[in-house]
């Protein structure tokens, strides 16, 4: 079952993997559902008893007891916070995501954000549009640390583009234990020394999953801790970050900016303070969008499918008590 709209080419390209596949598009009897039409309730409920594997971004609500059948479940992201219900992670439903397609993307949009935090872009967006001429200095990226809080496949790939513009890379890591020397990092924090690398760093990169033990990570104790000539880079999930506090310390200047594409809720209200604040770039949550996104996932899944059918394991399984 198909729970998002992804084109004629990209069902075909599904129906392709193997002629056993009964491909049933259900975004659009979702959608109806979510808007409270009982008739869509009925036709999912019938189409959900028979559903083996589900592909798109959101399941439908109460999928477990709907879906007696479901053994695999494919999201179309990397964060699978949204569907971790109790129901799903105490279940045998097996769950895949695309953890690593969006990598050179995303990691493109960090190095952007910083390039515009330090280049002073917002205000140079300020004096065109008032059609104001004014000379004023702008710093680099050269020689300037940039601290990776998760170094997943995001933070690899963003350690390996800020290497490309000579600046020092130091990063933390779930698995570390203690401090060393890996791959375009120059140090590799254990968790436990999240302080010393947001005292250490010009940016902060933020690229890590959304789980129970990330949620609100960056409070006011780690905001203070940064340099206040720091900027920090929000790539990962809004509530990965206290947004309130985020709030104050931009407006008092405890760091010297922030760029955000993931908000604590999306779409960021519209009185939210971080609108006008001017020392912050906002992004409606792209920074993994490509133009041939949905044709990637949708190859990803068709190689995952054959593998489902096929008795092999599958490609990026998500530890479901980890959330990643």
């Not at 600046?167 to 401090?179: G, K, L, P, Q, Y």
């Not at 933020?206 to 990330?214: R, S, W």
Request: hydrophobic share 45%; aromatic share 6%.
């Amino acid at each position: 079952m198909v729970t998002r709209t992804i084109g004629d080419e990209c069902l075909r390209m599904v129906s392709d993997v193997s002629s056993r596949i009964e491909l049933i598009d259900a975004a659009d009897i979702l959608v109806d559902e979510q808007r409270g039409d009982p008739s869509a309730s009925k036709k999912l409920d019938d189409l959900l008893a028979m559903t083996e594997v589900i592909y798109g971004v959101y399941l439908p609500r109460n999928v477990i007891s709907r879906a007696g059948r479901l053994r695999w479940v494919q999201i179309i992201s990397a964060g699978v916070e949204h569907i971790m219900s109790p129901e799903m992670i105490q279940s045998p439903v097996v769950v895949t995501n695309i953890r690593g397609m969006s990598a050179t993307p995303i990691a493109e949009f960090v190095i952007s954000a910083a390039l515009m935090l330090v280049k002073r872009a917002p205000l140079c967006f300020q004096l065109q549009q008032s059609k104001q001429w004014q000379v004023f200095t702008v710093a680099g990226l050269h020689s300037k640390t940039i601290g990776i809080v998760g170094l997943g496949s995001i933070g690899r790939e963003v350690a390996r583009l800020a290497r490309a513009f000579g600046m020092r890379v130091i990063a933390t890591r779930r698995t570390v234990s203690e401090s060393r020397k890996t791959r375009n990092v120059d140090i590799m924090l254990p968790n436990n020394q999240l302080l010393e690398l947001l005292s250490e760093s010009d940016f902060v990169a933020l690229t890590l999953p959304l789980t129970p033990e990330t949620d609100k990570l960056i409070g006011e104790k780690e905001l203070r801790a940064m340099k206040p000539n720091a900027y920090l880079i929000n790539i990962s999930r809004g509530n990965v970050v206290d947004e309130e506090a985020l709030i104050r310390a931009l407006e008092e200047q405890w760091i010297a900016g922030a760029g955000l594409d993931v908000f604590a809720t999306e779409p960021l209200p519209g009185d939210s303070k971080l609108w006008g604040l001017p020392n912050v770039i906002l992004s409606p949550h792209i920074a993994g969008s490509t133009e041939n996104e949905i044709e990637m996932a949708t190859a990803l899944f068709a190689e995952n499918l054959r593998r489902y059918l096929n008795g092999d394991r599958l490609f990026n399984v998500v530890d479901k008590k980890k959330g990643y």
